[in-house]
């Protein structure tokens, strides 16, 4: 049969997909090389170096009395609470 320039076109798209393929890995292996470099000259925060330990630790967990609650002014569904955690105010 007769090759139409759209299904030639197919075709030259289908040999260069491994070619496509792997500019597209080379430019992620690049870019994540780069990102590392840069995070070792101090460049981008890791949060492995902000906080070394368990997660929950980061919690911050506070047991209170419920003094005071009321309709949130612009929401129907919402309310507002005032709670006693044993603070200054």
């Not at 075709?11 to 992620?28: L, M, P, R, T």
């Not at 890791?46 to 919690?59: I, K, M, Q, Y």
């Not at 967990?61 to 603070?87: T, Y």
């Amino acid at each position: 049969g007769k090759v139409v320039p759209n299904q030639q076109n197919r075709a030259d798209k289908a040999g260069s997909g491994k070619e496509a393929y792997a500019k597209a890995v080379a430019a992620k292996k690049a870019k994540r090389e780069q990102a590392i470099k840069a995070s070792q000259k101090g460049k981008v925060a890791t949060v492995a170096s902000e906080h070394d330990g368990p997660d929950f630790v980061r919690l911050d967990l506070r047991v209170g009395k419920i003094v005071k609650v009321w309709e949130h002014p612009d929401a129907e569904r919402l309310f507002c609470e005032e709670i006693d955690v044993g603070e200054d105010q």
